[in-house]
């Protein structure tokens, strides 16, 4: 798995609401109506993630999520980071 | 639910193991096989702190879980902070 270049990270993001390419990765922030559904969409996200072997660096505050996508492997963006992305919108969206 | 002093939390804090005063908040890493593990301790932590109504600012990034405690109402760490930390070393230890 290869790291995308900047430039083909921010054109495959064109298709993606709500993401952007930050801190070397891609980043995200949900906000849920409280805390119980906010950790019941990372439930099911981490479901997803497990499957996939490819888990998210996330940080959760009551009813806040912010997600931080990239492969450790790669040192950068990759295909599989879009996949979880993509799968993350279908969850959650 | 008053904030405790530096002096009084940095007292409390003899009583527990592997966690600091950080940032203003009760603040420890705990490390798991896998992410599994660590999920499955964050959702066992989560039905706590909902119960309590009283919640973490935590991530996680594979096996690793952070957690910080405050009390944002008291803009700073009080019993209801210690409480929680108490039954999260309980659930995990």
């Not at 054109?11 to 805390?35: Q, R, V």
């Not at 019941?40 to 497990?50: G, H, L, N, Q, V």
Request: proline residues 1%; charged residues 30%; negative net charge.
């Amino acid at each position: 798995m290869k790291a995308l270049s900047e430039k083909q990270i921010i054109e495959k993001l064109k298709e993606f609401e709500g993401w952007d390419y930050y801190e070397g990765a891609l980043h995200t922030i949900f906000e849920f109506e409280d805390f119980k559904e906010a950790f019941s969409a990372m439930t099911r996200i981490a479901f997803e993630a497990e499957k996939l072997q490819h888990h998210p660096e996330w940080s959760n505050v009551y009813n806040s999520l912010e997600i931080y996508l990239s492969t450790h492997d790669a040192d950068g963006v990759t295909e599989k980071d879009f996949e979880l992305a993509k799968i993350i919108d279908e969850l959650i969206g």
